[in-house]
T-cell receptor
Framework: DTGVSQDPRHKITKRGQNVTFRCDPI?????LYWYRQTLGQGPEFLTY????????KSRLLSDRFSAERPKGSFSTLEIQRTEQGDSAMYLC?????????????FGSGTQLSVL | QKEVEQNSGPLSVPEGAIASLNCTYS??????FFWYRQYSGKSPELIMS????GDKEDGRFTAQLNKASQYVSLLIRDSQPSDSATYLC????????????FGAGTILRVKS
């Protein structure tokens, strides 16, 4: 399978715990995006990488959230001290890059539930 | 006003009919427009892209873009029950650095 893959598919955690998600983009894609989606809403932009450089973070992204993309390959999104409001689907997407607004291809997402 | 607006629906159409989904956006200089289909519990799947005014057809799908009216639509001909899903409109907005901004989606139900 050469699509975007995300792990885990589901994560249940208790409030206050830290969680980490992983995304493996399509191999030839140099841009990687993280979005968050809650029920009844469209995906909301969180952050994106051009190769290993994190170029932008949304104002929505609190200091508890951190993302990395070492070596410009896979990416991780960590949420520290989770809150119930963090419960959502976390979507990773990749694109060929160079120009923003290009087609995004999404992974299957990680559904986070914070109890 | 939201940057990308869609009627949440649900839009119900009988099998075989044409489904018409609409989207308006706030940024006059937007250049890229996309339609994604999302089944319940699944991730968005790209089905159409359009970059210039007019119509673009791909199988049973036609995307229509009118930049002067800041309006993009998706027509689905010969609708099938398998088309029942949420359809997300996504627009690259200059005020957001040309990143894709999504509407909340329109739920489509095709009745057999």
């Amino acid at each position: 399978d050469t699509g975007v893959s995300q792990d885990p598919r589901h994560k249940i955690t208790k409030r206050g715990q830290n969680v980490t998600f992983r995304c493996d983009p399509i191999s030839e894609h140099n841009r990687l995006y993280w979005y968050r989606q809650t029920l009844g809403q469209g995906p909301e932009f969180l952050t994106y990488f051009q190769n290993e450089a994190q170029l932008e973070k949304s104002r929505l992204l609190s200091d508890r959230f951190s993302a990395e993309r070492p070596k410009g390959s896979f990416s991780t999104l960590e949420i520290q001290r989770t809150e119930q409001g963090d419960s959502a689907m976390y979507l990773c997407a990749s694109s060929l890059g160079h120009v923003t607004g290009e087609k995004l291809f999404f992974g299957s997402g990680t559904q986070l539930s914070v109890l | 006003q939201k940057e990308v607006e869609q009627n949440s629906g649900p839009l119900s159409v009988p099998e075989g009919a044409i489904a018409s989904l609409n989207c308006t956006y706030s940024d006059r200089v937007s250049q890229s427009f996309f339609w994604y289909r999302q089944y319940s519990g699944k991730s968005p799947e790209l089905i159409m892209s359009i970059y210039s005014n007019g119509d673009k057809e791909d199988g049973r799908f036609t995307a229509q873009l009118n930049k002067a009216s800041q309006y993009v639509s998706l027509l689905i001909r010969d609708s099938q029950p398998s088309d029942s899903a949420t359809y997300l409109c996504a627009v690259s907005l200059e005020e957001y650095g040309n990143k894709l901004v999504f509407g909340a989606g329109t739920i489509l139900r095709v009745k057999s």
